[in-house]
């Protein structure tokens, strides 16, 4: 039986040294040592289980770790099939470095060779990227969301007791997996308790569809070269055009007049909302802006999520809000709470005006069924509110889509137009406001 063990080359280097893997097995002259293009500062590595050290000075350990599992693990592969391709004889030195020299370069180092994780080295490597771009608040949306993904293909895998990796990705899988996930099941946590689980709505099943077909993308791509397989392309990502609700301009003004001064929480929470219905800007923008972006009449902010930079005039209801709070926060709008908590407090102010409890009715799919719901217009309020708030305002007043799109950064008018929600009425409203100023122009 072959041992396999990592050795640095150089246990005294101040610096990153190569990290050899070396091979032995009865009846070998010498050892095989072969270079896993690693490579670690000897400070990082722990020469009793041969793997780097757990330490914050070397964040990257566990996918360090991880590539060597690998190729230990491909190592071991290959020596295991020669042997039972060949009479349970061992290669030669030669024969062995080269064939792991081939599936070492095919792996392109040891990325990971399995779906899930790859998954978890695709999650890694993005939140890196990210924090490289400086696109910290997005770090946790890309965390949580793919690694929630990443959860329920576990979950598929342990409750239907099947295999679950790149070649399984087929139609049947497809079918199987959207069930599982439109079904309300109950499990035990880990305090004993009973609670229940998915039975998700259409477009959360979307969410997850989307984001595994990236994942399966990206593992096919040729930097990644590890998903040989196709099927997953005809995967379709569910989506349902949920009744979102907007405020129109009468209710804005309304809130902007509403008296808050003995609740000074709410009254910023109401402020911080109007400024993203004015702006078009979303949460972690628009809860965002400091003196250094204001310059003159507009309004120069590099979004987060993009790091695309935006150009949006101050609308006079902005103006006066920023004047507002100019002294106590330096020329810059009051700190945010969190998103969650604002849209909470969003449903008090909400609850103050009698033109936000008229009755919507939204209709959703979840768990496999339709559901309708009658609730009040305020009980729906949400922070993203104020974004779909902008863009419909603004197309209602007739402003070309292009311009609204450079201000909201939608890159496609498909993305931009799901934000619109305008009723069969207000489109004949356009359209015979149209008409009316045309028809100025042919009596002149």
């Known amino acids: 039986m072959a041992n396999y ?8 280097s101040k610096k990153a040294t190569p990290l050899n893997l070396v091979v032995r097995w009865p009846g070998l ?14 400070d990082y590595w722990n020469y009793d289980t041969q793997r780097a050290k757990n330490t914050k000075k ?7 770790n991880q590539r060597l599992d690998n190729i230990e ?93 790149f070649d399984t990705m ?19 946590n880990k305090r004993g308790k009973k609670i229940k689980k998915y039975g998700f709505s259409a477009n959360t099943i979307g969410k997850h569809v989307k984001n595994l077909k990236r994942i399966l993308n990206e593992a096919a791509s040729p930097e990644m070269n590890v998903n040989k397989f196709t099927n997953y392309k005809k995967f379709k990502v569910i989506k349902e055009d949920t009744d979102s609700i907007y405020l129109n301009e009468d209710e804005l003004q309304s809130m902007y007049d509403l008296d808050l001064s003995k609740s000074p929480k709410l009254e910023r929470v109401r402020d911080l909302f109007l400024v993203g219905a004015w702006t078009g800007l979303r949460f972690s923008d628009f809860t965002n802006i400091r003196a ?79 559901i309708h719901v009658k609730k009040q217009k305020w009980e729906l309020l ?10 419909t305002n603004m197309y209602l007043r007739g402003i070309p889509v292009i311009t609204i799109m450079a201000i909201t950064g939608h890159k496609t008018e498909k993305a931009f137009l799901r934000y619109i929600k305008v009723t069969p009425d207000e489109h004949a409203k356009i359209m015979m406001k149209n008409w009316q100023e045309q028809n100025k122009l042919r009596v002149v």
């Open 170 to 188: 087929d139609n049947d899988f497809y079918s199987d997996f959207v069930e599982y996930l439109e079904t309300f099941k109950t499990v035990t």
């Open 73 to 165: 693990a491909t190592a071991k592969n290959l020596f295991r099939q020669y042997q039972n391709d060949n009479d349970h004889n061992a290669p030669s030195p030669t024969e062995y470095k080269k064939l792991l020299e081939e599936a070492i370069k095919e792996t392109k180092s040891g990325i990971p060779t399995t779906l899930f994780e790859f998954t978890e080295y695709f999650i890694e490597q993005t939140k890196k990227k990210l924090q490289t771009e400086k696109r910290v608040d997005s770090r946790s949306d890309i965390s949580g969301s793919y690694s929630q993904t990443l959860m329920c293909l576990k979950d598929f895998a342990k409750d239907k007791n099947k295999r679950v990796d």
């Open 29 to 42: 002259k010498s050892p095989i040592r072969f270079y896993t293009r690693e490579r670690i500062h000897p």
């Open 58 to 64: 070397f964040p990257e350990h566990p996918e360090f």
């Open 292 to 370: 250094k972006y204001i310059q003159g009449e507009f309004i120069h902010i590099p979004t987060k999520k993009t790091v695309h930079k935006v150009v949006i005039p101050i609308h006079w209801t902005v103006k006066a809000i920023m004047d507002k709070y100019k002294d106590k926060y330096d020329n810059s709008l009051p700190p945010a709470i969190s998103n969650t908590k604002m849209n909470d407090y969003l449903k008090d102010v909400g609850a103050e005006l009698d033109e936000l409890k008229k009755i919507e009715s939204i209709v959703y799919t979840k768990a496999g069924k339709t």
């Open 5 to 12: 063990n990592f050795n640095l080359r150089d246990r005294n």
């Open 382 to 391: 949400t922070t993203h509110t104020a974004r779909r708030s902008f863009a």
